[in-house]
C-alpha cells in the first residue's frame, strides 16, 4: 500500500511555522519566520481537507503531557489547503467551544499538530480495519444513524492505546 504524503517534511514545517505565525498576528505579536515562499505556494495549489489540533505541554509527575487546547477542521476543501489550515488554525485557537480563546503566554507551551485528509474517504469493513488499518496513519470517519463522527490518526492510537490485547482480538 503507498500511504498518501502530500507534503514532505519541510513543507509541513513551513505551514506549521505559518500557521503558528498567523496565530500570533491575532494575538496582534509581530511573528517573524522564515520559510521557503515555494512551500507556500504550493500548498496553496493542493485541495484537501484539513484539521489543526493546538496541544498545550503540561508538566505532571516529571513528564511532558500534550493536552489537547483547540481543533477545528474540515474533511473536504472549501478553498484551498493554505487557506483552509490557517482558517482551522484560527478556529482552533479562538472559536473552539470547548476551551477559552488562546492567550499570547499559552502559545509558546503549544505544538500545533496538522493533519490532511486524503480525498476521499474509502468504505471499509471490520476486516479492513484489522487488518489493513495503519494505526498513526489513518483515521475514521464513522457514519452512524445519520450522526458522523471523525477519529484523527493520533486519536485512534490513543484508543488502541487504551484497549487491552485480549479485548483487541475479533470474536
Not at 25 to 44: C, F, G, M, Q, W
Not at 97 to 105: D, E, G, H, K, T
Amino acid at each position: 500500500m503507498q500511504l498518501f504524503r502530500p507534503l514532505n517534511e519541510k513543507e509541513y514545517s513551513s505551514l506549521v511555522k505559518y500557521l503558528r505565525a498567523k496565530i500570533l498576528e491575532r494575538l496582534s505579536v509581530k511573528a517573524e519566520y522564515n520559510i521557503d515562499p515555494t512551500h507556500l505556494v504550493k500548498i496553496a495549489e493542493l485541495k484537501l481537507g484539513v484539521f489543526v489540533s493546538i496541544e498545550k505541554l503540561m508538566y505532571s509527575d516529571g513528564m511532558i503531557k500534550r493536552v489537547l487546547r483547540g481543533s477545528m477542521g474540515t474533511i473536504r476543501p472549501m478553498k484551498n489547503l493554505l487557506e483552509d489550515s490557517v482558517t482551522a488554525a484560527l478556529y482552533a485557537a479562538f472559536y473552539d467551544p470547548r476551551f477559552s480563546p488562546i492567550s499570547v503566554a499559552e502559545v509558546k507551551n503549544c505544538v500545533l499538530e496538522i493533519t490532511i485528509a486524503s480525498p476521499p474517504p474509502i468504505d471499509v469493513d471490520g476486516d479492513w480495519v484489522r487488518n489493513s488499518m495503519v494505526l498513526g496513519y489513518h483515521g475514521l470517519y464513522i457514519v452512524d444513524s445519520g450522526k458522523a463522527t471523525i477519529i484523527l490518526p493520533q486519536k485512534v492510537v490513543e484508543l488502541a492505546e487504551g484497549v487491552s490485547p485480549k479485548d483487541r482480538q475479533a470474536p
